[in-house]
């Protein structure tokens, strides 16, 4: 089993920056990817960006440039930096990760862009 916990979310002006923070614990060793999703209300979960246990990454169109996903192993523990925040980024952000046979989720961390 994996536990996934969010945290550093919050309430910003468009504009700004947040990082946000998913600390890793349990059985860890063999996890393959971890990502971050988000869900706006009234729309269905979506992918943010994404992480490979050999540091390759890829994101959404729309946080390209602006959010940047990094892993340290070390602290188990997964980031995301957001700089120029959107009032579209506002959303539940979800910490995940994906080992063959299993998928994890953390319970989830509010971001709010204030415009």
């Known amino acids: 089993q994996v536990q996934l916990v969010e945290s550093g979310g919050g309430l910003v002006q468009a504009g700004g920056s947040l990082r946000l923070s998913c600390a890793a614990s349990?059985?860890?060793?063999?996890?393959?990817?971890m990502a971050w999703y988000r869900q706006a209300p009234g729309k269905q979960r979506e992918l943010v960006a994404v992480i490979a246990s050999r540091g390759s990454t890829n994101y959404a169109d729309s946080v390209k440039g602006r959010f940047t996903i990094s892993r340290d192993s070390a602290k188990s523990t997964l980031y995301l930096q957001m700089n120029s925040l959107k009032p579209e980024d506002t959303a539940v952000y979800y910490c995940n990760a994906y080992r063959v046979g299993a998928i994890y989720w953390g319970q989830g961390t509010q971001v709010t862009v204030s415009s």
């Open positions: 349990g059985s860890i060793f063999d996890i393959d990817v």
